[in-house]
Nanobody
């Protein structure tokens, strides 16, 4: 079984920074992509940033402020969030597209449990 464990959320003042981490664990998998989504109260879940082997995508609302990066050896993805705004307040979820190295190969999508980021004004 594969799982994602997130950490790094918390309370921060506007203009501050936080770094989120998401580590994948389990047996016999290959990661195709990892990304961060967020869901604010009363709103739909939205993509924040995503990374594949060759492409990084950011939501327009976070470009220039957030940076996604990964450590392939640790199967971990990070989200560095700078210049945080109150409108960044949300539960942040990590998502991974993976290939289970079984016969036959199986593509799966895994979500983390979410970590709350609260930005005070």
């Amino acid at each position: 079984q594969v799982q994602l464990v997130e950490s790094g959320g918390g309370l921060v003042q506007a203009g501050g920074s936080l770094r989120l981490s998401c580590a994948a664990s389990g047996r016999s998998f290959r990661i195709s992509s990892m990304g961060w989504y967020r869901q604010a109260p009363g709103k739909q879940r939205e993509l924040v940033a995503q990374t594949t082997t060759s492409v990084i995508t950011y939501a327009d609302s976070v470009k220039g402020r957030f940076t996604i990066s990964g450590d392939n050896a640790k199967n971990t993805v990070y989200l560095q969030m700078n210049s945080l705004k109150p409108e960044d307040t949300a539960v942040y979820y990590c998502k991974a597209q993976m290939v289970l190295m079984i016969t036959p190969l199986k593509n799966i999508e895994v979500w983390g449990q979410g970590t709350l980021v609260t930005v005070s004004s």
